[in-house]
């Protein structure tokens, strides 16, 4: 079994950075892709990012474009999603997940993502509030 623990949320002024961190419980990289999602009040959850843990491939949703950044580190079985100029409606509740094998391939010029019901294993929740 895998156990996800996500950590690093807080609260932070609208433009400033937060760095989360997604630590497995043991080695999974190359078996488990793992994706980042995000849940605000009253809204449905929602993918924000995830990575291969293989080939490092990676895809965002298109709000967080070019401001976050998800990355992994092999010896350290830990996954990261940096958050730089976060805005108010970034504000939510984070969470990281794992899905087997990939998340994210391209082919022919096209992208397939995994849904969020593919995702087997979560990690609790992180709350990330943007505000002044």
């Known amino acids: 079994d895998v156990q996800l623990q996500a950590s690093g949320g807080g609260l932070v002024q609208p433009g400033g950075s937060l760095r989360l961190s997604c630590a497995a419980s043991?080695?999974?990289?190359?078996?488990?892709?793992i994706g980042w999602f995000r849940q605000a009040p009253g809204k449905e959850r929602e993918e924000v990012a995830c990575?291969?843990?293989?080939?490092?491939?990676?895809d965002y949703e298109d709000s967080v474009k070019g401001r976050f950044t998800v990355s992994k580190d092999n010896a350290e079985n830990t996954v990261y999603l940096q958050m730089n100029d976060l805005k108010p409606e970034d504000t939510a509740v984070y969470f990281c997940?794992?899905?087997?094998?990939?998340?994210?391939?391209?082919?022919?010029?096209?992208?397939?993502?995994?849904?969020?019901?593919?995702?087997?294993?979560w990690g609790q929740g992180t709350l990330v509030t943007v505000s002044s």
């Open positions: 990575i291969n843990t293989g080939d490092s491939l990676t």
């Open positions: 043991r080695f999974i990289f190359g078996e488990y892709a």
């Open positions: 997940a794992a899905v087997k094998g990939w998340c994210v391939y391209h082919y022919d010029n096209k992208i397939y993502t995994k849904p969020l019901s593919s995702y087997a294993h």
